[in-house]
């Protein structure tokens, strides 16, 4: 199966701040998915991207399908962003997501 | 309108019961999947359904069963319970069984075994 490793492992960031996640693939995927893993342990779907980039509010993301590699971006981060952003993917053939290790970040006020 | 709602959020139970989790999904999809977390938040699939026929079926051990009624439900029964199995477990769905499919999870599971 693929390999998902994700990158930093922790992040402490000052509010305000801007920061960059990244998750790099073994093997090509056709689904690719970030999630937030909020301090309440819920799962919550940020971006489904394949490909390409795609923009909600102060969170970006850009998938470089050729290149095997995802980037998150966090902008003016705020105390609600602390928790764990994961990434995961799955190949072509198959449709079960495998997971990074996450990144776990914390928003300092 | 909960899409993927997972019962009970907690649960606490002494090693060698047996218990069983419930997962529900109103989205449509015909993919469902059970997922763990262990405690250093790593997460696994463990079970993969589409449209009640098992698909995926990793490395766990039989004394977990997963078992699907019809396409929006995918239960998990889990016999003889030992302290290893504490973790929390997801539940999710999809559509479609091809990988182009985005993927959207329960509030998840919280096993204790004591």
């Known amino acids: 199966g693929i390999q998902v490793e994700q990158s930093p492992p922790d992040l402490i960031l000052q509010e305000g701040a801007n920061s960059t996640l990244r998750c790099n693939f073994s093997?090509?995927?056709?689904?690719l998915q970030w999630f937030h893993q909020n301090p309440w342990g819920q799962l919550i779907n940020l971006f489904y991207i394949p490909s390409g980039t795609k923009q909600n509010g102060r969170l970006s993301a850009t998938t470089v399908a050729t290149e095997r590699y995802s980037l998150l971006y966090i902008s003016s981060s705020q105390t609600t962003d602390s928790g764990v952003y994961f990434c995961?993917?799955?190949?072509?053939?198959?449709?079960?997501?495998?997971f990074g290790g996450g990144t776990r970040v914390l928003v300092k006020p | 309108d909960t899409a993927v709602s997972q019962t009970p959020k907690y649960l606490v139970t002494q090693m060698g019961n047996d218990k069983s989790i419930k997962c529900e999904q109103n989205l449509g999809h015909d993919t469902m999947y059970w997922y763990k977390q262990d405690s250093k938040k790593f997460l696994k699939i463990m079970f993969s359904y589409n449209n009640k026929e098992l698909i995926i079926n990793e490395t766990v051990p039989n004394r977990f069963s997963p078992k699907s009624p019809d396409k929006a439900h995918l239960n998990l029964h889990i016999n003889s319970l030992e302290l290893g199995d504490s973790a929390v477990y997801f539940c999710?769905?999809?559509?479609?069984?091809?990988?182009?499919?985005?993927?959207?999870f329960g509030q998840g599971t919280r096993l204790t075994v004591v």
């Open positions: 093997d090509s995927v056709n689904n």
């Open positions: 995961a993917g799955a190949k072509a053939a198959g449709n079960k997501l495998t």
């Open positions: 999710a769905s999809s559509r479609g069984q091809g990988a182009s499919s985005e993927a959207f």
